[in-house]
């Protein structure tokens, strides 16, 4: 906490002591700021606010590249639109302490291989989905547990893979196309007899 220092100028003249000047000096330990536990990024889904706080001094500035919102002296709610910093300075006194949290966004994508999904009649496809970032997913079809999907469709349709992220789902339509096997008579000119 705070101490106080009492620097006095007096003499003891044998009847008292006399105090010509005194000065008083607080002292403030220095701030031990911290943000978010200190955390040094934090993941949000995207539209999402969070409600950052800090600890650590008696006054606090908080400053971003996105407005914030003041929900106290110690907490602001942030909704950032793109990945961004969010810094905050705290005050005890005249001494002062800086943190600063990186807002950036859960991410999950796909791919679904082959690229080219086209097959002859007869023909079976292997269908590999690869899910890249937080997230995991399932066929909805086959084996839900497996990433692979064996199909021998017998006309050319759909599969559907199921991609659950932190922030949501995503339905992904996988289109695998059907060719007819060519048919065709071999003929000769002049026809052999």
Known sequence: GTEEIILC?????????YVYDSLRIELFDRPVLEL?????SLLLCPNECLLLSAEGALTYNWQSEFPLVLVDSQSVEACPLQAAWVYVE?????C???DSVYLH?????YEILPEERIICEGESIDLQAVVLGQGSGRWLAGDSSSLSLEVSPLESQSYFFELSAICDTQ??????QVVATPSFVLQSNPPAS
Not at 36 to 40: H, L, R, S, V, Y
Not at 171 to 176: A, G, K, N, W
């Open 90 to 94: 705290g005050r005890t006194g005249a």
């Open 105 to 109: 966004f859960y991410q999950s994508s």
């Open 171 to 176: 339905l992904i339509e996988v289109p695998v």
């Open 96 to 98: 002062e302490e800086r």
């Open 9 to 17: 100028l007096s003499n003891d003249f044998g009847c008292g002591r």
């Open 36 to 40: 978010e536990n200190g955390t040094d």
